[in-house]
């Protein structure tokens, strides 16, 4: 029974030997059939996409870091711009295009419109304006007061050079007329050249950001020439009288006050008052070209033989200034009223040492206005033009009017030039032009501010 087993179980392996066999021998003949081949072909396709797109995804990861770099560029560059846009609109509105220095002297108008101010420190984010520090524009400087406050911490040193020019007729016809062409009597014929030097140093020092202190020093020198033939004498010869002084002129003490905080196409106000001294020659201490007396004129020329280099009283002079940016130009102006201090006692000397008293002398006030326009040509000049106007009071003597005396108007037309030598220092010439009897013919003011 055993015997039996045995070959049936041998036979039923021998067919399972087989039909493994067969199926082996059908796996191989079908990895070498074309199904096969057609499967790897498309499994290395798909490998290669694989390893493509892969290659991708490293060149997409590369492009975006570079994006965020670019961006980070370029908010860099925007809010440079967003600074160099704000500085653009302080030149522009401080004058500084040096218009309104600049009064930007700091100032003087001209600190203009003293017309560039220093860039903001800190960066501004993005799509924020920075804060303006409210300080008005430079400008071309025509008048003697700065429109442009010195910056606080600071200090400007100002050395300037003035010539003035002037020349005046008069005729004095003294006896009576039968018929109107026919004078009995004497004629007076004068005529007066005047040149006036002034060199001076000013200093001005920034206390806060809208105080500012000055002082300024001149040094003067003038020189007189009359042509006149001499009343009471009947001569047809002309003779000339010719006198100079040349001293230290009156001292000047000043404050500036920024009253409020302005900008483009908003006015700012200053405030100013400024004391003159007494420090100049005197010209009731020169010597007067009299013989005895100087009564009518009939003793000597009645003319000093030193020129006085001050006025001989003290000042007080309070005014306001205005500036209005408004891009490209700066619109300035401004009024004054200057008050002159009466003297007691006074005498004068004449030629052979006596002293005339003359009693109480008393100046009339001075009341001034002016006004002009500052424009920037680039980011280094500017010019402004402007006019200015005084009109002086009559004089009065122990209370009265002196005979004689008439309010005097003072009016001249002004043009100026700046140019910015470098961030500490500019240069700056006015020319002015007298359009009235009174006034200057001609007078010619070059500055060279210098700030530390």
């Known amino acids: 029974m055993a015997h039996l087993k045995f070959p ?9 030997v087989l039909l493994l066999g067969s199926t082996v021998h059908a796996q191989s003949s079908t990895r070498s059939g074309p199904q096969w081949q057609a ?3 498309r499994l290395e396709a798909l490998s290669q996409e694989l390893a493509e797109q892969r290659r991708l995804l490293a060149d997409l990861e590369s492009f975006r870091q570079q994006y965020f ?36 002297g700091t100032g003087t108008a001209g600190e203009p419109l003293r017309l560039a101010q220093a860039q903001p420190k800190d960066p501004v984010p993005v799509g924020q304006s920075p804060a303006t520090e409210g300080r ?57 050249k005047r040149n006036t030097v002034t060199a001076a140093l000013s200093a001005r020092l920034g206390v806060s950001r809208r105080l500012e202190l000055e002082l300024r020093a001149p040094y003067v020198y003038r020189s007189d020439a009359t042509v006149s033939r001499e009343i009471f004498e009947g001569s047809a010869t002309e003779s000339v009288f010719s006198a100079n002084g040349m001293h230290m002129g009156d001292l000047e003490l000043g404050a500036r006050y920024q009253l409020n905080d302005g900008g ?19 010209p009731f201490d020169v010597v007067t070209d009299c013989q005895t007396r100087c009564v009518g004129n009939t003793t000597g020329t009645g003319l000093p033989l030193d020129l006085p280099t001050g006025s001989g009283f003290y000042s007080l002079q309070a005014g306001l200034t205005m500036l209005y940016p408004s ?14 201090f009466a003297r007691d006692n006074v005498s004068r000397t004449v030629l052979n040492g006596e002293k005339e008293f003359l009693g109480t002398i008393s100046p009339g006030p001075i009341i001034g206005f002016n006004f002009g326009m500052g424009l920037a040509l680039n980011e280094k000049s500017s010019f402004s033009l402007g006019y200015d106007h005084s009109s002086v009071g009559r004089t009065r003597h122990n209370g009265e009017v ?29 020319v002015g032009a007298g359009l009235t009897t009174d006034t200057p013919d001609v007078s010619l003011t070059v500055r060279l501010p210098m700030t530390f």
């Not at 049936?8 to 399972?16: E, F, G, K, M, N």
């Not at 008005?136 to 606080?152: R, Y």
């Not at 020019?165 to 005529?191: C, F, K, Q, W």
């Not at 891009?327 to 002159?340: E, I, K, Q, R």
Request: net charge neutral; charged share 15%.
């Open 136 to 192: 008005p524009p430079e400008v071309a400087p025509l008048f003697e007061q700065p429109g442009v406050l010195t910056q606080p911490g600071h200090y400007v040193l100002e050395p300037s050079l003035q010539y003035g020019y002037s020349s005046s007729n008069r005729v004095a016809l003294v006896g009576y007329t039968i018929i109107p062409a026919l004078l009995i009597g004497l004629i007076d014929v004068r005529e007066v």
């Open 39 to 41: 499967m790897q072909a």
């Open 327 to 340: 891009d490209p130009a700066v619109f300035f102006g401004s009024v004054t009223y200057l008050h002159n």
């Open 69 to 104: 770099e670019q961006r980070g560029l370029l908010q860099s560059l925007e809010r440079q711009v967003a600074q160099q846009q704000v500085a653009l609109d302080e030149l522009r509105g401080t004058a500084s295009w040096n218009v309104l220095a600049s009064q930007r």
């Open 402 to 430: 002196v005979p004689g005396s008439v309010r005097t108007q003072l009016g001249t037309l002004l043009l100026g030039y700046s140019y910015r030598l470098s961030k500490t220092t500019s240069l700056s010439v006015a």
């Open 264 to 282: 483009i196409d908003k006015p700012f106000y200053v405030g100013t008052l400024r004391l003159k001294t007494r420090t100049g020659t005197d």
């Open 8 to 16: 049936a179980i041998s036979a039923v392996a021998c067919a399972v």
